[in-house]
């Protein structure tokens, strides 16, 4: 096959626009008549429609991604009922596919010549990767931050969970669907700064406690 397709992998943290960037990039597919689809894999659950939805409000229709979904098995599936290729395949919340997943997207490019761009978070709260990120780093064909800027001025690294108080919490499931009120975008020196913080205020108490006895 003479077409020659890419996986890239667009990655930022939470509110760096990149899923309105990605239904931007649908939209401009639609205007030009290119032929493409979006998905996403059905662990992000804030919208009980199958809807990639941006924060700014704009929102398309998706296909889910279930976690035993064989994308390449799909593709192949796609392209027989439509009778033709796929031109792009936008994919949102790509930290949340699978290492096996991550290669089927790849086999997608490489045996069929489409293109798959995958938008999605590099890290986790404690800052570790992803597995879906961590393997698209390893294999994709291009790499692009979306960057944006925390409030000290810096570039936004870590998505640090919340509570209720604006307290950073170290502990926990990987994955914890949320939105403004649970995950901040930080740069790396305020999120260490932020947990000194926490930890001298948290441990204050056992040394006046210790002192007075």
Known sequence: MNRKGKLYFRYGTMGSAKTALLLT???????????????????DTRDSRNVIKSRIG?????????????????AQELFEDSMTIIDWFLIDEAQFLSSEQVDQLSRIVDDFGSNVICYGLRTDFRSRLFEGSRRLFEIADTIDEIKSTCTCGRKTIINARIDHKGDFIEDGQQVEIGG???????????????RIEQSRRDTLPFIELKTHR
Do not use: S
């Not at 990039?25 to 662990?43: D, Q």
């Not at 403004?180 to 932020?194: E, L, P």
């Open 58 to 74: 704009i929102e398309r229709e998706c296909r889910w991604i279930y976690n035993d979904t064989d994308l390449y098995m799909l």
């Open 25 to 43: 990039t649908a939209y401009n597919f639609e205007e030009r008549g290119m032929k493409y689809i979006c998905m996403k894999p059905i662990v």
């Open 180 to 194: 403004d009120d649970r995950y901040i975008a930080i740069c790396r020196k305020c999120w260490r700064n932020k």
